[in-house]
């Protein structure tokens, strides 16, 4: 591999830069939403998923300690390699950084929502605009600035949390949690999709293998010990708000964190729960923005895309081109209103990409033997297949209930078949000119 990425990241940076996209929007935004779907039982919702994310993250803490785990690409990397092809995986990598950009205009814009309503007004849009421009700046400046603002972000998070939860176990009426299911098996059942949108971005971190250090020892164990601790934060936030919170209030409540809060927190502790949901967004903004153009990196290696995108300047160690183009697409999306035609398959996106990863590696002794062989990681092979199976049927069953959404499936057809397109053009271009190249070499022979 030939890029100019430097390992600026250790241990610390790669905890904030996991628990800061997971302890982000999803549990501020969506708590509420799965709550009136099923009641009390959203509680329940986040423990199970949280074993089908736990055993999806096997599979990336398996790859990671083999030598693709000193590189960027994520499940790009992973998936072509196992599989030998680039088509797929390709179309895989084009959606997933659809979803991200998308999600990064969508965090914008609710980080513009929370700081109007903490500061009492201003342009929404150009808060936004503003937002995603800062954190540009940051991440062509060099990956040790994203880390070290993740990190700083992340404790003021932490201190929110730590006020929302630590009194808050006081107050709660046991009474709020009845009925624990509202609408039955299949109002719970149908949280679990949005509740999942919480969890979503974890992989994230496997982006970041070509700026950690040490990353084949490091990441397969941040993985697995940064879930099981978001899960038990996600678990106390919610026994928290439900039980402080009735039904009434949370039937209305927009951030029911927050209003959570101000039933038992003085106005200034009740400021920085509100604060720590601004964090949430920002540390969510700052993952996010670094994904896309560690893909384009891998990509143009392996060139299905221009050599020109994956680029990383010498002087800061950054892919400043691939930066450039996901701020101007983000910016886009958030001019033009929309949002929704790159958000709506972020989920369902992802979900497809776990599958195909977690079956990359039930197949990789089989396909690609000698990767097998340089895994490192100490996860029993009968460990490796469990997980991987649970993961192969827990995103199944997400998909299955995603897949009721008619104008869902018409998004996910509508892009998949644009990145088909750039793949085989792309593709035709590249068989073109090694044709080319081949029959000058023959002249001058």
Known sequence: MSHNLRRDLGTIESYAALLGVL?????????????????????????????????????????????????????????????GGRGFAFVGAWLKVISYVGAMAFLARAF??????????????????????????????????????????????????????GPGLFFIRLSNYRPFFTHGFGGFAESLPPLFFAYCGF??????????????????AIFLRGITATTVIYV?????????????????????????????????????????????LTTSVNATMLVPSRIAIMLAEDRVAPRWIGRVSVRTGTPIIGLTLTLITALLLLVSGQVSLALNIAVFALVVLYLIHSIALLLLPKLNRPLYD???????????????????????????????????????????????????????????????????NAEET
């Open 23 to 83: 302890i982000g929007a999803g549990i501020f935004k969506v708590t509420g939403t799965a709550w009136q779907l099923t009641g009390p039982s959203v509680i329940l919702g986040y423990l199970v998923l949280a074993v089908a994310i736990l055993a999806t993250s096997v599979p990336y803490s398996v790859f990671l300690s083999t030598p693709l785990g000193r590189e960027p690409g994520g499940e790009y990397t992973h998936i072509s390699r196992t599989f």
């Open 112 to 165: 513009a929502d929370y700081a109007r309503e903490l500061f009492g007004g201003g342009n929404a849009m150009l808060i936004s605009v503003g937002l995603l421009v800062f954190f540009y700046a940051i991440h062509v400046a060099g990956v040790r600035w994203f880390g070290r603002l993740q990190v700083w972000m992340c404790i003021v998070l932490g201190i929110s949390i730590v006020v929302l939860v």
């Open 203 to 220: 992989e994230s971190l496997a982006q970041t293998a070509g700026e950690v250090r040490d990353s084949t020892r490091r990441l397969p």
């Open 236 to 280: 106390l936030m919610c026994v928290v708000a439900f039980g402080v919170l009735p039904a009434s209030r949370l039937r209305v409540a927009d951030a029911p964190m927050a209003e959570a809060a101000a039933r038992y927190l003085p106005f200034g502790a009740a400021v920085l729960v509100t604060i720590g949901a601004i964090m949430a």
């Open 374 to 440: 340089a895994v490192t990681v100490r996860i029993p092979r009968s460990v490796q297949v469990i997980a991987a199976v649970v993961s192969i049927g827990s995103m199944a069953a997400i998909i299955a209930l995603q897949l009721r959404d008619l104008a869902l499936i018409k998004l996910v057809v509508v892009w998949s078949v644009i990145g088909v397109a750039l793949y085989l053009v792309r593709s035709r271009g590249v068989a073109d000119r090694g044709t080319a190249g081949g029959v000058e």
